[in-house]
């Protein structure tokens, strides 16, 4: 049924597209001027309507953020409207343009949107705002909702994946267009607001986005001097637009959201842009038409009230009794986003089959990058260890591995957080990823560990396979976007070296303790500390095939054996997460079980006591999450319940590993900081020799036995 709405609200005009023009030499199309006013009302009818979606849903739930939608409604319209190319029916269609709603807590207004151009999204599930179960939850969610493109709750976060999928887009454009076919050319477009600018992440984001100069992302600021709090001024005053520049962006403003003329050229000028980031700085007046609460913090987090709704609406020339209302020229003119998706990506179709009948070998790489596929023989270059006392850092092993698989994986990219030479983590003859090289394989975050985690995730997003490196401890820096991957099951390599205090005089503040730990917490995170060259080797045959789950690598700084595989059990069992290095045979006397370095001191111990005809088992444990996901049986053939003596051995936090030592077990381990010294005072102070490890295993055994 259509409804008439009364659209006489339509914000001041403002002569500043002219002044925009002026300054980016974009002119103005002034469609409110070409088109009738039949049409004018009709654009306002939807924004209003998107505006008492996000009122009405937010009032139903009595919770939520009603203000930001109301405000942005008219820059949403405009966008998705004019500009976004995308196609509700395919929302993973490779060609689309990528949409992400930095400042996640305005979701409604995106699911306004994704519902209003005929996503699967219904009314009903627009009614279970923030409901269990729903389809709208309180902050997009990837994977649970069409067309939500990246998970934003925590700020900033956005803003970092942005940058990702525009690095991405950079990258496949280098890879796979050719002459006369451009296939991945889209814009990345990004709503954020005051808090997502005050988060470091935006910031160091930015940073990279500018030095980059991907002129493909276009980032639009609300401002409306509004947080939680109260006014911004209460502790914000920075020159936002000074401060982008001096990263090398173009900087644009819209100083009345509502002009959709100014909206419109101020779109135009971004896209126009070819050599920076374009930030679009967008003066909104948060719950916008709202008689009692428009520029207020209770607009921010709170419902208006049903008796605010009602005026608002009744601002709004909307029926202010209505609950929910679509007008059915809405519903039709939104929805013909159907159509015109469905065409573009026939258009691209088209030139994709073009594409890769010229070039087959190319579309069968973008295939498997999209079902997250390997080619044919991946592994086969990954290097077997021979036997060596002396051994190598777990680093270099991991250098020499991860070469054999960038070999043959070509869309397995990353870089560290400027200390590649510390990580061992660069790509040999992979090219450095700068403005003049986007088809390199290896890049430079610079000193960036936040961005560098949340523009990984981006690039995941994108179906690239990315990996990061940085030392350990910083993996303190980078647990919010570590998080994010095993919330959104994306499969980001995050590699992390100088694992423990065995990297010396750098002393504490570099020494990580907890670190391993807080990973090992992390849900659907997989955690590895390889204790040798192979079991990294086949650690890598374990992580490159996974589809999902993202990994925590911890190696070492330090040189630790390669060992005897003809005398120890092979270094295959890291695919259960747990096996039997050593066995004297029978039910054992006492288990020796560790992770990493300190494996080296259990076959150590373990060499002695069975010299002594104790019956001694050594067990690595390289990845916790993994033993987890074996059988029962397989649980108790590794760790029998009747052998009660054992001894866990890692240089890090003792906490955690009761779950496997039981009550009569010990931990040798680090319950405090670290200290600067050369590696060998370190670790015979702290204990971790194999004389150690011998007494605490008599003493266990000793106990064991009352």
């Not at 590895?528 to 992580?543: G, H, K, Q, T």
């Not at 029978?586 to 373990?606: K, R, W």
């Not at 104790?614 to 052998?643: D, G, I, T």
């Amino acid at each position: 049924m259509s409804t008439q709405v009364d659209t006489s609200i339509q914000g001041k005009e403002h002569a500043t597209a002219e002044r925009l023009k002026a300054n980016t030499g974009v002119e103005p199309e002034r469609r409110s001027q070409k088109q009738p006013a039949e049409q004018q009302q009709l654009e306002h009818l939807c924004i209003n309507t998107v505006r008492t979606l996000a009122m009405d849903a937010v009032q139903k739930a009595n919770s939520g953020h009603p203000g930001t939608p109301m405000a942005l409604a008219p820059l949403a319209f405009v966008l998705w409207d004019r500009y976004l190319r995308f196609n509700p029916r395919n929302p993973q269609w490779p060609g689309r343009d990528r949409f992400i709603l930095s400042n996640g807590h305005a979701s409604m207004l995106l699911y306004a949107m994704l519902y209003l151009t005929g996503f699967d999204l219904t009314l009903d599930d627009i009614k279970q705002f923030r409901q269990w179960g729903s389809k709208t939850p309180g902050h997009p969610e990837y994977g649970l909702t069409a067309g939500v493109e990246t998970t934003t709750g925590p700020l900033g976060q956005g803003c970092g994946n942005s940058v990702g999928f525009a690095i991405a887009q950079r990258w496949l454009a280098a890879q796979f267009n050719k002459p006369g076919h451009d296939l991945f050319d889209y814009r990345t477009y990004v709503f954020c607001g005051d808090g997502d600018l005050m988060e470091g992440v935006s910031n160091e984001a930015a940073s990279v986005a500018g030095h980059l100069g991907l002129s493909n992302l276009i980032w639009f600021y609300d401002n409306n001097h509004i947080t939680i709090e109260g006014s911004t001024s209460l502790a914000f005053s920075d020159d936002v637009a000074t401060r982008f520049r001096g990263w090398h962006w173009n900087v644009l403003n819209i100083s009345d959201v509502n002009d959709l003329d100014l909206v419109d050229v101020a779109i135009r000028a971004a896209q126009r842009e070819v050599a920076r980031p374009t930030l679009v700085i967008v003066d909104t007046h948060i719950g916008w038409g709202s008689p009692n609460r428009q520029d207020t913090k209770e607009a921010h987090g709170e419902a208006l009230g049903a008796d605010e709704v009602r005026l608002t609406k009744t601002a709004y020339g909307w029926p202010p009794d209505a609950q929910f209302l679509v007008p059915d020229e809405v519903k039709s003119y939104m929805g013909k986003a159907v159509e015109r998706g469905g065409q573009w990506e026939r258009e691209w179709n088209e030139r994709y089959t073009t594409w890769s009948r010229e070039f087959s070998g190319l579309a069968r790489q973008w295939q498997m990058m999209v079902d997250r596929e390997l080619p044919d023989g991946w592994e086969k270059d990954i290097p077997s260890f021979p036997a060596d006392a002396k051994g190598i850092a777990t680093r270099e092993s991991n250098s020499k591995v991860l070469n054999a698989v960038a070999k043959n994986v070509p869309w397995l990219i990353g870089g560290a957080a400027d200390l590649y030479p510390s990580t061992k983590t660069i790509i040999k003859d992979g090219g450095d990823f700068e403005r003049n090289n986007y088809a390199a394989r290896n890049f430079h975050f610079g000193i960036r560990e936040h961005a560098m985690g949340s523009i990984a995730n981006g690039m995941s997003l994108s179906l690239v396979r990315p990996y990061t490196a940085t030392f350990l401890i910083f993996s303190d820096y980078m647990k919010p976007p570590i998080r994010l991957a095993a919330l959104m099951d994306v499969p980001v390599i995050f590699i992390y070296t100088h694992d423990s205090i065995g990297l010396g005089e750098d002393g504490p503040t570099h020494q990580p303790i907890e670190q391993l730990l807080s990973l090992r917490a992390v849900p659907r995170l997989m955690t590895f500390r390889p204790a040798d060259a192979n079991e990294v080797a086949e650690m890598w045959r374990v992580i490159v095939p996974l589809k999902k789950q993202p990994v925590a690598i911890a190696l070492t700084r330090q040189g630790v054996p390669t060992f005897d595989r003809s005398k120890y059990a092979s270094a295959e069992g890291v695919a259960k997460g747990a096996y039997i290095m050593a066995d004297s045979g029978g039910t054992p006397e006492i288990i020796l079980m560790g992770t990493g370095s300190e494996v080296q001191l259990c076959v150590g111990a373990y060499e002695k006591l069975t010299a002594e005809g104790m019956k001694a088992r050594v067990v690595s444990m390289p990845c916790w999450e993994l033993f987890e996901q074996q059988s029962p049986e397989y649980k108790k053939q590794v760790l029998p319940p009747e052998a009660r003596a054992r001894v866990a051995v890692e240089a890090g936090t003792t906490l955690g590993w009761k779950e496997y030592i039981g009550s009569d077990g010990v931990v040798v381990g680090r319950a405090d900081f670290g200290a600067s010294a050369p590696i060998k005072d370190l670790l015979k102070h702290f204990g971790f020799t194999v004389d150690n490890v011998v007494e605490k295993a008599r003493e266990v055994m000793k106990n064991a036995k009352r």
